[in-house]
């Protein structure tokens, strides 16, 4: 094979390579399409006339693409129902975002707990329970397919 054949074939063999490479932008970069902004909302309603303990994870702003859900869970105390608390978080391929909420109510008499997840105004979650002493929790996975 001639030394110009061996050229022309090398190039036709990592020119295809090539183009499917430089389609492809480097992790972490946040290039516009790889990230997206959400409107979380959870919500927590029932009939228990004691106060609830509501536990729901957060996330601040400023997180490295390697952190899932720096903020962690919270926890607001003895809280009357209904119950809602919004934020926005920006979700990337590289970086979900694990929305969770959960209330643990107790009385002495049974009653209903019930949690719900909203992304942009779309329920994504529910869970309600009935008892004396209940622990209602929802959960939703948000990802950039």
């Known amino acids: 094979m001639s030394q110009y054949a061996k050229k022309l074939l090398s190039f036709l063999l990592l020119f295809p390579c090539l183009v499917l490479l430089s389609g492809c932008s480097q992790p972490g970069k946040g290039t516009k399409g790889e990230e997206q902004k959400f409107l979380v ?23 490295a693409p390697d952190q899932e859900n720096k903020g962690g869970v919270s926890l607001q105390d003895k809280v009357s129902l209904p119950w809602s608390l919004s934020f926005a978080v920006t979700v990337t391929k590289l970086r979900p975002f694990n929305t969770q909420v959960s209330a643990v109510c107790g009385d002495n008499i049974a009653n209903s707990a019930e949690v719900a997840i909203f992304i942009d105004d779309v329920e994504k979650a529910r869970d309600s ?8 929790t929802a959960e939703y996975r948000l990802t950039l397919d």
């Open 41 to 63: 909302r959870y919500e927590a309603q029932g009939t228990f006339a004691a106060e609830c303990d509501i536990f729901y994870i957060t996330r601040s702003s400023e997180v």
């Open 129 to 136: 329970k009935t008892g004396r002493n209940v622990s209602a």
